[in-house]
């Protein structure tokens, strides 16, 4: 019964009964880890808020810890600003190393003006990542140069792969270039968000300790709220981990549906 079902799916998919099979498992694989990724967002969304309801023992807003940490590096010229609804549904709290500025949650998960443990932590681990690249840190420079496409590339990837089976059945009736195409951009795309997310877990690492750093030499937070911060930013280094693996498995799945794809059409040829 087995047999038959890979025969069947195979011939379905137009290829051999190994790679029918090594695609339909990988499928699976990135709609588990798929779940995964959304338990440990959920996870970090609660050490978020339950630490954004502890306050702060040195009574700083993460705008005033940012700006502080900042200005004890010498880097007056970097911004601290409030996120706009918008800026802060895409980005949260980011780094923008074009426009030099810092932009905290003021609406969603609010940090700006709150005086707890993560508008703090938020605050000097968001100057951390501006003092790397302020110091030329490369991984962090590339990190945040390339974090846009980490953000919209895997978005974009269905609809640039739909819109080339699209134009093929309307332009040539059948799959073809156009999918083809689709399939190579939308790739680029998975590639380009592969190596934002590989780069976000060392990135995020270095920051986290810069920011203890600075806390703790700054006196900006108790050994106990460090402890809670550490919890904090662990939760999204699990996160950022398991957005790899699902990363990494979407590029494999596209590997072997590229491989699909052209074993097809070399076979109608």
Same mark, same amino acid.
């Given at each position: ?168 059945? &309307?332009?040539?009736?059948? #799959?073809? /270039?156009?999918? @083809? *195409?689709?399939?190579? +951009? ?6 380009? $968000? ?46 950022? &981990?398991?957005?790899?693996? #699902?990363? /990494?498995?979407? @590029? *494999?799945?596209?590997? +072997? ?6 074993? $097809? ?5």
């Amino acid at each position: 019964m087995m047999n038959e079902w890979i025969t069947e799916l195979a011939e379905s998919l137009g290829t051999s009964d190994g790679l029918a099979v090594a695609y339909v498992f990988v499928s699976f694989l990135v709609i588990v880890m798929a779940v995964v990724c959304l338990v440990l967002e959920i996870r970090v969304w609660f050490r978020y808020h339950r630490a954004n309801k502890m306050p702060i023992a040195c009574t700083m807003t993460g705008l005033d810890a940012a700006r502080f940490v900042l200005d004890k590096a010498g880097l007056q010229h970097v911004r601290v600003r409030k996120a706009g609804i918008l800026r802060e549904a895409v980005f949260g709290n980011y780094y923008n190393v074009f426009t030099k500025t810092i932009y905290l949650r003021s609406w969603l998960g609010k940090v700006d003006n709150k005086r707890t443990v993560t508008s703090v932590a938020l605050g000097v681990q968001k100057a951390a990542l501006a003092k790397l690249c302020e110091e030329g840190d490369r991984q962090t420079l590339l990190r945040n140069r390339l974090s846009i496409i980490a953000i919209f590339g895997p978005l974009l990837f269905l609809p640039v792969l739909i819109l080339g089976v699209v134009l093929d059945f &309307v332009l040539l009736q059948q #799959l073809g /270039m156009y999918s @083809l *195409i689709g399939l190579a +951009l939308g790739g680029l795309l998975a590639v380009a $968000g592969f190596i934002v997310t590989l780069l976000n877990i060392p990135v995020e690492k270095k920051a986290n300790r810069l920011a203890l750093q600075l806390m703790e030499e700054y006196g900006l937070a108790t050994g106990k709220e460090l402890k809670t911060m550490q919890k904090v930013y662990g939760a999204y280094i699990a996160s950022y &981990v398991a957005q790899f693996i #699902l990363q /990494m498995l979407r @590029l *494999i799945q596209w590997v +072997l549906e590229l491989v699909i794809k052209l074993g $097809g059409k070399n076979n109608k040829d």
